[in-house]
């Protein structure tokens, strides 16, 4: 069983940068994967970053040169450094978890993930 938190929005400027932090609690075996997803008002939810319990991190392309994901297994926390915030980047920004490693699903997939945090809301003005 796994829970997630999700902290650190906030309104900024565009080409300013936010941390988001995931605070995850896992009550067995660490989660697989630990991702952020986004969802903007009018648009479906998308894949923004996640991370694997060994560190390999994936990102879409849409964000790759302008983001960074970490992740402290000690801490239970995964963090998204974003850089060069645009007014596209403007979402609210889940965190996600998967309590095993998904079997029928991406990395990239909503479907692969069992646990999702409540948001954050990052608003980035022109």
């Known amino acids: 069983q796994v829970e997630v938190e999700e902290s650190g929005g906030g309104s900024v400027q565009t080409g300013a940068s936010l941390r988001l932090s995931c605070k995850y609690k896992?009550?067995?075996?660490?989660?697989?994967?630990v991702g952020w997803f986004r969802q903007a008002p009018g648009r479906e939810r998308e894949f923004v970053s996640t991370?694997?319990?060994?560190?390999?991190?994936y990102y879409a392309d849409s964000v790759k040169d302008r983001l960074a994901i970490s992740r402290d297994i000690a801490r239970n926390t995964v963090t998204l450094w974003m850089n060069r915030l645009k007014p596209e980047d403007a979402a609210v920004y889940y965190c996600?978890?998967?309590?095993?490693?998904?079997?029928?699903?991406?990395?990239?997939?909503?479907?692969?993930?069992?646990?999702w945090g409540h948001g954050t809301q990052v608003t980035v003005s022109s």
């Open positions: 896992a009550y067995t075996d660490q989660p697989f994967y």
């Open positions: 996600a978890a998967t309590t095993g490693r998904p079997q029928n699903a991406n990395y990239d997939s909503q479907s692969a993930y069992d646990v």
């Open positions: 991370i694997q319990h060994d560190s390999v991190a």
